[in-house]
């Protein structure tokens, strides 16, 4: 297909499939002739990741290069694609509290999990509470972390079933690398649905019990 082609259908300008190729995110096409370059298949997959990436990941164009080489190195070790993984996350270079820290790792040794203080989400948390008491709150966050960990664990059980079914090292690569960077995306939109649902629902019990009373007081 020419790049017309290739754009029409990726959803992505010509001028950002050119800059991709020269950034070393897309590789380029097959020069036919001096005026004629050929895309295929494989290069609209490639294109529809990195938009996945950058539109959605919200990730940079140094991250995403660092990400893809990654997926398409077939040798690599699964704690390192984790780790790729994690750091491709966006985050802030703020640094955390050492009492936020433990805060978070007393949640980490109350339920046995195996994971490290160098691990980014001991941090990334650890600097949400800092923000939270920087903000002045004082409704205190533990029951609401505990809750927030339990589901957490729901969530990753899912993540690496889902990954153990992939048929592939590339497969795999790139549901790990999806699944925790657009995951981000999946989870926070989520949450907003179910906050929304949980309100409405505790609103229209709350109005059913008010008009409940007003008949039984009507009755009387």
């Not at 300008?13 to 895309?39: C, H, M, N, Q, W």
């Not at 940079?60 to 390192?80: F, G, Q």
Request: charge should be negative; proline fraction near 5%.
């Amino acid at each position: 297909m020419r790049i017309s082609e290739l754009s029409d259908q990726s959803g992505v300008s010509v001028a950002s499939i050119k800059f991709y190729v020269r950034e070393g995110l897309l590789a380029g096409g097959d020069r036919t002739t001096p005026t004629r370059t050929e895309y295929d298949e494989a290069h609209l997959a490639r294109l529809r990741l990195i938009r996945a990436l950058i539109e959605v990941g919200g990730l940079d164009i140094a991250t995403t290069r660092d990400v893809l080489r990654t997926i398409d190195n077939p040798d690599v070790d699964p704690i390192e694609l984790r780790r790729v993984a994690h750091r491709a996350v966006p985050h802030s270079d703020v640094r955390s509290s050492p009492e936020s820290i433990a805060a978070v790792m007393a949640v980490v040794e109350e339920r046995g999990w195996l994971v490290g203080p160098d691990n980014p989400g001991v941090h990334r948390v650890a600097r949400a509470l800092d923000a939270y008491e920087a903000s002045g709150q004082t409704v205190p966050l533990d029951r609401l972390l505990a809750a927030y960990a339990d589901a957490a664990l729901i969530v990753g059980e899912a993540d690496i079933e889902h990954i153990g079914r992939t048929p592939s090292p590339a497969d795999t690569a790139k549901a790990v690398i999806l699944g925790t960077v657009v995951g981000e995306q999946i989870l926070a939109g989520l949450r907003l649905m179910t906050q929304e649902h949980v309100g409405r629902s505790l609103a229209a019990r709350a109005a059913e019990g008010g008009h409940a009373a007003d008949i039984a007081q009507t009755e009387q």
